[in-house]
């Protein structure tokens, strides 16, 4: 089916933003998005239309949602210009991203794995996380695997996480999924925790600080108030905001603009994942 997107979507740029670990770009312009057993190849066709491979009721139902289309991020980013220069700038470089709403126990075990990892290091530790406990899926061009669910991943043991090149970070992981299986983490109830308490609840898992604490909070229950700092964010606030911090200035959208601005710095800078 086709569908027109009339507000800021900008593929590849959601792609490189690091908020999920699992997009694939074809070289045909498609990219691949995947969350829990549901898979969605879409195409930018004109300037707001799109091909896409999903069913009209799974757009709206689902990926819509997965997408945040219900937020105007050119509103935010109009009614965010001119408290920060430097944040203006990185909106205008980071225009098209948007916040992805991904499933509440993928995003807390991909970003422990994620930590002192680059991208592509990443990448390929989620795949084979996947391969080894996911499901499998096959769809007229490739083969790929779903995230596993907390059952599937209950029978890995440390050494199995270890021969995964999870390193430290395995015990981590085993320990967000027997919180996870025994709802002393109960990812739904969470949704009605402030955004305070939320990042409290999620610290009590092993290994999750404020960062992936944050980068949870933000990317699958939408507490767009949250700002997760990494290196990249500090190195933005100590050299191009003169030692303060912007966020404070944009509330409610604060995680919004660490998007933008995630993204600038990484680009200014240059990575290899560029």
């Known amino acids: 089916m086709q569908t027109e997107i009339t507000d800021d979507f900008d593929l590849t740029k959601i ?5 999920c670990f699992r997009v694939r770009e074809f070289d045909d312009g498609r990219f691949r998005f995947i969350s829990k057993d549901h898979v969605l190849y879409l195409k930018k066709t004109g300037e707001t239309t799109y091909d ?5 009721e799974a757009w709206q139902n689902f990926w819509s949602g997965y997408f945040d289309l219900g937020r105007n991020y050119k509103k935010i980013r109009r009614e965010s210009r001119g408290k920060n220069s430097f944040a203006d700038a990185a909106m205008d470089a980071g225009e098209g991203i948007r916040i992805l709403r991904q499933d509440p126990f993928e995003t807390p075990i991909t970003f422990l794995i994620s930590q002192r ?3 592509p290091a990443i990448q390929k530790a ?4 996947c391969q080894a406990y996911g499901q499998k899926i096959t769809t007229d061009c490739e083969t790929l695997y779903t995230f596993p669910t907390p059952e599937n991943l209950s029978s890995a043991t440390e050494t199995d996480l270890r021969e995964l090149r999870l390193g430290y970070r395995a015990p981590y992981v085993l320990d967000a999924v027997r919180r996870v299986e025994t709802h002393e983490l109960d990812l739904t109830a969470l949704t009605a925790l402030s955004s305070s308490e939320l990042l409290d609840s999620l610290q009590s898992v092993k290994g999750v600080g404020p960062k992936v604490a944050s980068c949870v ?4 229950y939408g507490r767009c108030d949250c700002v997760p700092v990494d290196v990249w964010i500090h190195r933005a ?4 905001c003169n030692g303060c911090s ?6 409610e959208d604060a995680g919004i603009l660490q998007q933008y601005i995630f993204y600038y710095e990484r ?5 290899e994942y560029f």
Request: net charge neutral; hydrophobic share 35%.
């Open 15 to 19: 792609a490189k933003s690091g908020q």
């Open 52 to 56: 896409l491979s999903c069913s009209k």
């Open 117 to 119: 990892k680059n991208i």
């Open 126 to 129: 989620v795949q084979d996380v």
């Open 217 to 220: 909070a933000l990317f699958s």
């Open 237 to 240: 606030i100590e050299e191009d």
């Open 246 to 251: 912007p966020f404070p200035l944009y509330g």
């Open 267 to 271: 680009l200014q800078k240059g990575t």
